[in-house]
T-cell receptor, first 114, second 116 residues
Framework: DQQVKQNSPSLSVQEGRISILNCDYT??????FLWYKKYPAEGPTFLISISSIKDKNEDGRFTVFLNKSAKHLSLHIVPSQPGDSAVYFC?????????????FGTGTRLQVTL | AAGVIQSPRHLIKEKRETATLKCYPI?????VYWYQQGPGQDPQFLIS???????DKGSIPDRFSAQQFSDYHSELNMSSLELGDSALYFC???????????????FGPGTRLTVL
């Protein structure tokens, strides 16, 4: 039962253009969402997060949008750079009072071409 | 800035052997999480500890156990290893914010376990 889904396994974008990575979730208890970037042989690196009380959060070139009614979030990277090429994981969690485990999507491999 | 440290980075074991993976969280982080990532899969939550107490348990086999020590480092003990245990094992840490809200989890580089 995949509660967090990233339906595009790969995405290719030209340098300087916008990259849009999408993520859908099914569990309505999720109230905090995160995006991680992962290079081979390294651990996931935290990029940006958003609470369910917001619909947008921006940090430099990265913006995350949340549509709660559609249970959908997206990560926008503008402008895309070759160093952005990596696997991007969407993750979700529900507040439990202590340690809140992350449920990950299956990842989208982004390739930024010159 | 200090990051999460995991050791060893690579480990090769035979079937039915045991393995111990170690995790040193970011200083002042009180919560540790363990995740398993199989080939081509997303990371799957195994277990977590908050203030040295187990706080949540995911799809962790009974052959695995873990604990968090007084210095907040954590160890994942794996016994009777099977071929299917070959995976990347990530540790993550976070700090509980004032007010009880969660914080982002920061991941270590992972331990690649290969069971032959």
């Amino acid at each position: 039962d995949q509660q967090v889904k990233q339906n595009s396994p790969s995405l290719s974008v030209q340098e300087g253009r916008i990259s849009i990575l999408n993520c859908d979730y099914t569990n309505s208890m999720f109230d905090y969402f995160l995006w991680y970037k992962k290079y081979p042989a390294e651990g996931p690196t935290f990029l940006i997060s958003i609470s369910s009380i917001k619909d947008k959060n921006e940090d430099g070139r990265f913006t995350v949008f949340l549509n709660k009614s559609a249970k959908h979030l997206s990560l926008h990277i503008v402008p895309s750079q070759p160093g952005d090429s990596a696997v991007y994981f969407c993750a979700a969690t529900a507040y439990t009072g202590t340690a809140s485990k992350l449920t990950f999507g299956t990842g989208t491999r982004l390739q930024v071409t010159l | 800035a200090a990051g999460v440290i995991q050791s060893p980075r690579h480990l090769i074991k035979e079937k039915r052997e045991t393995a111990t993976l170690k995790c040193y969280p970011i200083p002042r982080h009180d919560t540790v999480y363990w995740y398993q990532q199989g080939p081509g899969q997303d990371p799957q939550f195994l277990i977590s500890f908050y203030e040295k107490m187990q706080s949540d348990k995911g799809s962790i086999p009974d052959r695995f156990s873990a604990q968090q020590f007084s210095d907040y480092h954590s160890e994942l003990n794996m016994s009777s290893l099977e071929l299917g245990d070959s995976a990347l094992y990530f540790c993550a840490s976070s700090a509980k914010l004032a007010g009880g809200l969660y914080n982002e989890q920061f991941f270590g580089p992972g331990t690649r376990l290969t069971v032959l």
